[in-house]
C-alpha cells in the first residue's frame, strides 16, 4: 500500500469493513510500527534502547456479534476465516498471530461471544520495522474495548509478550511492542529493560529524514544466530561474574570488567559490544536533545561499526548500502538495524539531499548487485490509538 495517512487508512479500512461485514465498525484500534535509533540487541541484555513509532499502522476494525463466531479478514491479503471461540487453534498458517491474540484473551477473560474483526495496514513487511508487533497491539487493545475488559498500556504490554513467548514460541522481547505503545510524537523513547522504565527524549532536529533501505536479504539466520547471540553474552556475563566473585548484571559491567575474560574473544567482543552501544545511547540522548546531525550521524556510524565487527550481525549487502551512502552528499550517518544477517539500514539525510541521496543508492547497489533494494523514507508517530 502507498503512503497514505492515518486518516486515509481508517477511511479505507471503515469502507473495507462495511463491504466485508454489511454493517459499521464499532472499535477501531491502531497501533504503528517503529525504528530503532539506537540499542540494538541491548534489551535482552537488560540495556538501554532508544525506539520511536513511525507514520506506518496496523488498523483493527470490531463490531459484535451475538454468537461464538470470529469472522476475519485480512483486508491487505484478501484471507478471511471463521473460526469458533471454543476452536481456536494455531495450525502455523497465515492467521496464526490472530489466533494467538483471540486465545490469550479467551484463556484469561470470560468471554462468550464473537465479533467481526477486519485488520488493515500499511507497515511495510520486511523492513524490521515490527508489523506482527503492531498487530498484536492493535487487536489486543481492539479485544481489550470491543470486551469490555478493564485494561492499561503495561497489561496490553504483557499479554503482547505472553503472545509471542507463550503461544507462538518465539523467543523475543518487549522493544517492539512498547514503542507501539508508548511512543509520543517527535519524543523518543529511552527504555532502561533492567526494570522497564522509561523517560522521553527532547528532541531537536530539524532539517533531515530517516530513511529505512532494505536490503532484500532473506534474513534465514536470524532466529538462530539471534538466540546464539543471547548465550554468548550470558555466558560472558556469569564468566566475569565467576572471576569477580560478584552478581553483576550487564549494565553493571565496565569494560575494564572485559580484561577477565580477553582470552575469549567472542564473548569478548559480544560484551564489548552491548556495554559501548549503552554508553553511545546515553550521548545520543544529548545529543538528539541539540539537534547536532553531525554527532548523531557518528554515533550511528560507531553503532553500525561495532554490530558490523564486534555484534556480526551485518552481510556483505547492508555493507554496501552504507559504504555507498557514506559517498553520498547529505548522509550524517547510518547502521543496520533490528536483528541482523540482512534486513534494513536506517539513516540520517539532509532533507535538501533526500531524493538525489536515494536515486544515488540505489543506483550503486543495482549496478553491483543487479537488483534494486526498497526505500522508505519514515517519520515519527504516537503510540497506540483507540476510537
Keep these: 500500500m502507498d503512503r497514505i495517512t492515518k486518516n486515509q487508512l481508517i477511511s479505507l479500512s471503515k469502507n473495507d469493513f462495511k463491504k466485508e461485514f454489511c454493517t459499521n465498525c464499532k472499535y477501531i484500534s491502531l497501533a504503528p510500527g517503529r525504528i530503532n535509533i539506537i540499542g540494538e540487541h541491548t534489551d535482552y541484555n537488560l540495556g538501554l534502547a532508544m525506539p520511536i513509532a513511525i ?3 496496523i488498523c483493527v476494525l470490531i463490531s459484535k456479534r451475538e454468537d461464538s463466531n470470529f469472522n476475519i479478514c485480512l483486508s491487505n491479503f484478501n484471507k478471511k476465516s471463521n473460526i469458533d471461540l471454543n476452536s481456536l487453534v494455531l495450525d502455523g498458517k497465515f492467521n496464526d498471530y490472530v ?22 495496514g500499511n507497515i511495510p513487511i520486511g523492513f524490521g520495522v515490527s508489523s506482527s508487533a503492531a ?3 492493535s487487536l489486543l487493545a481492539g479485544l481489550l474495548k470491543a470486551y469490555d475488559i478493564k485494561h492499561d498500556l503495561s497489561s496490553i504490554l504483557m499479554l503482547s509478550n505472553s503472545v509471542e513467548n507463550n503461544y507462538l514460541g518465539i523467543n523475543s522481547g518487549i522493544l517492539d511492542q512498547y514503542a507501539s505503545l508508548y511512543s509520543k510524537k517527535n519524543e523518543p523513547l529511552l527504555i532502561d529493560f ?3 522504565t522509561h523517560v522521553y527524549v527532547e528532541n531537536n532536529i530539524s532539517n533531515s529524514e530517516w530513511v529505512l533501505i532494505n536490503s532484500m536479504v ?6 538462530s544466530k539471534y538466540n546464539e547471540r543471547v548465550k554468548e553474552c550470558s555466558k560472558g556475563l556469569i564468566l566475569i561474574n565467576k572471576k569477580l ?10 569494560v575494564e570488567d572485559l580484561d577477565l575474560i580477553k582470552n575469549k574473544k567472542i564473548l569478548f567482543n559480544r560484551l564489548k559490544h552491548v556495554i559501548l552501544e549503552n554508553r553511545r545511547l546515553k550521548l545520543m540522548k544529548n545529543e538528539i536533545k541539540k539537534g547536532n546531525l553531525v554527532e548523531i550521524g557518528r554515533l550511528l556510524n560507531e553503532s553500525h561499526s561495532s554490530l558490523t565487527n564486534l555484534y556480526k550481525v551485518s552481510c556483505d549487502e547492508i555493507e554496501s548500502i552504507i559504504n555507498f551512502s557514506t559517498a553520498c552528499s547529505g548522509f550524517y550517518g547510518g547502521r ?6 540482512g534486513g534494513c539500514t536506517l539513516s540520517l539525510v539532509s532533507k535538501e539531499c533526500l531524493d538525489v541521496f536515494i536515486k544515488d543508492v540505489i543506483s550503486l547497489f543495482y549496478d553491483k548487485y ?3 533494494p526498497k526505500v522508505e523514507v519514515v517519520r515519527f508517530s504516537d503510540g497506540l490509538e483507540l476510537k
Design 194 to 196: 533492567s526494570n522497564s
Design 99 to 120: 489466533i494467538a491474540c483471540l486465545k490469550i484473551v479467551k484463556d484469561n477473560f470470560k468471554i462468550n461471544k464473537g465479533l467481526n474483526i477486519l485488520i488493515k
Design 370 to 372: 543487479q537488483y534494486s
Design 245 to 254: 566473585h560478584s552478581k553483576k548484571n550487564m549494565n553493571e559491567l565496565t
Design 135 to 137: 498487530l498484536e497491539v
Design 218 to 223: 532473506n534474513r534465514e539466520l536470524v532466529n
Design 336 to 341: 543496520i538495524m533490528g536483528g541482523g544477517f
Design 55 to 57: 507514520d506506518r499502522w
